[in-house]
């Protein structure tokens, strides 16, 4: 499958999808936004996978040092550099999750949320082992995908994108327990706590599992010396 959220759901489309989530949804955003936010420090670098046209960047950057996100699409990025172009300490670059340009240990914290871990469609375990390369230690990688009890907000959510023609129309037999099928090809997946346990316990992490709002599960890894080996030997610094 094509990249979708680089192809067909980017820029002011992407924008689109989080004007119209109803309020449950919003009140989820809201409270993994908070979350994320609640970890950092002022003196903090911090880099966001999947930023898309920078939905969360204000938040970060209004507590941190300074603030990187990374996606796929230009399209998306182009937008998000004309929205955040007030802040100094936002930085916008077009890279893959699972191959970044950056030296080991050169953020204090990276982020993963709304469920970019499985949205990005690339190897879970790909994508933990380059935010833990990429993170300092004594930092932490925070990732977070949907609580079981939040599936029928979520599918109403979906419905609305598709009725809007953000989506394909949803596959209504093939979408049941954490999967959303769209007719187009497009697929959304889930992230169990189970899951999140069996790869911090293959890359051997120490992690912390929790619930928030009964609508998110976030992994919190505790970034110690680097017990994994680089992906690469050179990278920019930030």
């Known amino acids: 499958m094509s990249d979708y959220y680089r ?111 499985s949205a990005f469609h690339v190897d879970a375990l790909d994508v933990l082992r380059e935010s833990v390369r990429v993170t300092r230690a004594g930092g932490y990688v925070l990732c977070s995908s949907y609580s079981d009890a939040f599936w029928e907000h979520r599918l109403e959510w979906f419905e609305r994108q598709a009725d809007a023609g953000l989506i394909g129309e949803i596959d209504f037999e093939k979408t049941r327990d954490g999967l959303i099928v769209c007719k187009d090809g497009f697929t959304a997946t889930t992230v169990a706590e189970s899951h999140f346990r069996a790869l911090a316990r293959e890359l051997g992490l120490d992690t912390r599992l929790i619930e928030v709002d009964s609508s998110s599960i976030f992994c919190e890894i505790a970034v110690r010396e680097r017990a994994i080996a680089p992906a690469h030997d050179e990278g920019m610094m930030p």
């Open 7 to 117: 192809d067909t759901l980017s820029g002011r489309r992407l924008e689109r999808v989080y004007a119209i989530a109803p309020p449950r949804v919003q009140q989820y955003l809201n409270a993994e936004t908070d979350h994320a936010v609640s970890r950092i420090g002022p003196r903090d670098d911090v880099l966001e996978l999947g930023c898309g046209y920078g939905r969360i960047l204000p938040a970060l950057s209004g507590k941190a040092n300074r603030v990187f996100g990374i996606d796929t699409s230009f399209e998306s990025l182009a937008y998000g550099r004309s929205r955040l172009a007030r802040l100094p300490n936002c930085h916008l670059a077009q890279m893959n999750a699972v191959q970044l340009g950056f030296r080991d240990g050169s953020f204090d914290c990276t982020i993963c949320i709304q469920n970019g871990i």
